[in-house]
């Protein structure tokens, strides 16, 4: 696997700090996505060529960092939980023998940290107000740490239970940043001193592979739209709309012949949700249309070009008004009618890929937590096809996840992901009534999935990319989300024609798989009976 753009600090999707150690060896940065735990991870570089030396990772969300003035040691602050749960912790982590000694803590988190000097360590504490007496507002306290020797320290041997309350005025977090600093300014600047180029960027959530061999991405909030060369080069950008709210172009449309597509744009406020859809020309980059539409949509296409904006219901607090309908609309944003679809949540997601169909969720009955039925959207209307839940499938709450429109000698089917109690599946059922051809349970959550070319492809919260048989859903070959040393935490997938698999991953990178050859080994690999 390659990953574009191939820069230094691949690790480093949107870092918030970066350090560098006293004696100039070594360079710590926040990294993007999750380690095999499931926690925050810290990535530490050699500083003389920025290649990747380790990452740590801790079971909570890191606040803060610093290295000893003169020691090569870091310090690591961390802070999770709600308040009645609250959990912390300090690290202490030793790069040159890339060791790691914790100091938990309980009912508060560790929420800043300033070496004093040599010997000395400031630790700030947040304590959540349980008894609500300061109207929710955490308080604050703080311990200094003093040793003459910080190297080699144990596990039990630094006490974190001797705090002193502090007022709000008094909490010290440090150095406040530079006037007009950015968040990854010191990743840039170290870049440059190397005569690199280096730039933040967020999750990759949408990619889509078009048939010329470009690539385009749709990131969290860093641009809108981004489209690549399959060698890596960026072609064009389009940045995000000043009026967004907290993030953007997380979905994307591609119309089928390819010259325009279709991204969101969210507008308004956490209440109040709207959607600004932007249709681009994919020549340049350039905004062709634009449409809104009154609530936040979650997008679903058919592969004659027809295209809907589902009303997702992703509101906080909770929309106390009925769901709007769903309009469907042709490639270049006329629209053709509405859908009633009804109650929607993040339960009903599911994203057929080059389906013939628009194919949705719906709920059947008016119960809170209604049972989930597949159905096809059509000028005849709303038909149901089949109940998401199988015969098979583990008892209580469902809900749905990507999937994509198969067909070959078993004729057609969908190949969807389920999400139960017991843990995700993943299912092949024929089409249009939903028998179940196959349905295997994963091991970790399935994030995307795709076909071409008479396979499947997979990626999986366990970073791992997955190439199964469409006849019988057995894996044929593992492949980890990684570059060199380098491991990724992918969110979303595409094959091209021909093959070439693309992903979009937290860290902002696409990763890509282009070796064909790998494709014809994994068709010898299968029975002759297939």
């Not at 990854?184 to 990619?207: I, K, N, P, S, Y």
């Not at 091209?496 to 010898?524: H, S």
Request: with cysteine.
């Amino acid at each position: 696997m390659r990953a574009i753009p191939d820069q230094p600090f691949l690790e480093a999707g949107r870092p918030h700090w970066a350090a560098v150690s006293a004696d100039g060896l070594w360079l710590a940065t926040q990294a993007s996505g999750a380690g095999p735990g499931g926690g925050s991870r810290v990535a530490f570089y050699r500083k003389s060529d920025f290649s990747l030396w380790d990452l740590v990772e801790v079971d909570q969300y890191v606040d803060a960092f610093a290295f000893h003035p003169v020691l090569p040691l870091f310090a690591i602050s961390t802070e999770g939980g709600e308040d009645r749960n609250r959990t912390g912790g300090l690290f202490l982590y030793e790069p040159q023998a890339r060791r790691l000694v914790s100091f938990p803590v309980t009912g508060v988190g560790v929420t800043a940290l300033r070496w004093l000097d040599e010997r000395r360590l400031q630790v700030v504490f947040s304590e959540p107000d349980l008894s609500y007496e300061r109207d929710g507002e955490d308080a604050f306290a703080q311990c200094v740490v003093e040793r003459e020797a910080w190297l080699g320290v144990e596990e039990g041997e630094i006490d974190l239970e001797t705090r002193k309350a502090l007022a709000d005025g008094d909490v010290d977090w440090g150095p406040p940043p530079e006037p007009g600093y950015r968040v990854g300014d010191r990743l840039v600047a170290l870049a440059a001193e190397a005569g690199q180029t280096w730039v933040f960027r967020d999750t990759v959530m949408a990619v889509e592979a078009l048939r010329d061999g470009r690539v385009l991405c749709s990131l969290l909030s860093s641009s809108l739209l981004e489209c690549w060369s399959s060698e890596g080069s960026l072609l064009w950008s389009v940045p995000v709309p000043e009026d967004t709210f907290q993030r953007s172009g997380c979905q994307l449309y591609v119309a089928p012949d390819e010259h325009t597509a279709w991204v969101t744009v969210l507008v308004g406020d956490s209440s109040n949700r709207r959607t600004l859809l932007q249709r681009v020309d994919l020549a340049d980059g350039t905004i062709v249309a634009e449409h809104e539409v009154d609530f936040p949509a979650r997008l679903a296409a058919r592969t004659d070009g027809a295209w809907a904006a589902r009303d997702s219901r992703d509101l906080f607090p909770p929309a106390r008004w009925p769901p709007s309908e769903t309009p469907v609309f042709t490639p270049t944003g006329r629209q053709l009618g509405t859908v009633a679809l009804g109650e929607c949540d993040r339960s009903f997601e599911f994203g057929i890929r080059r389906s013939p169909h628009l194919l949705f969720l719906q709920g059947d009955g008016g119960e809170p937590l209604p049972e989930k039925w597949a159905v096809e959207a059509s000028p005849r209307g709303i038909e149901p096809l089949f109940p998401l839940r199988w015969e098979e499938c583990p008892a209580g709450r469902i809900g749905g996840g990507p999937g994509v429109y198969v067909e070959d000698g078993l004729g057609p089917g969908l190949v969807h992901v389920a999400t139960t109690v017991e843990g995700p599946f993943l299912l092949r059922r024929a089409f249009p009534h939903g028998e179940v051809v196959w349905a295997h349970r994963m091991d970790a959550e399935v994030r995307a999935v795709d076909a071409e070319g008479g396979l499947l492809y997979a990626v999986t919260g366990a970073k791992e990319l997955l190439t199964l048989r469409p006849a019988d859903g057995e894996t044929v070959r593992r492949r980890p989300t990684a570059v060199r040393a380098h491991d990724f935490t992918p969110m979303s997938l595409s094959v091209a024609p021909g093959g070439a698999v693309f992903i979009g991953t937290a860290e902002g990178r696409i990763l890509v798989l282009d070796r064909p050859e790998e494709r014809e080994e994994e068709r010898e690999e299968e029975p002759e009976e297939l």
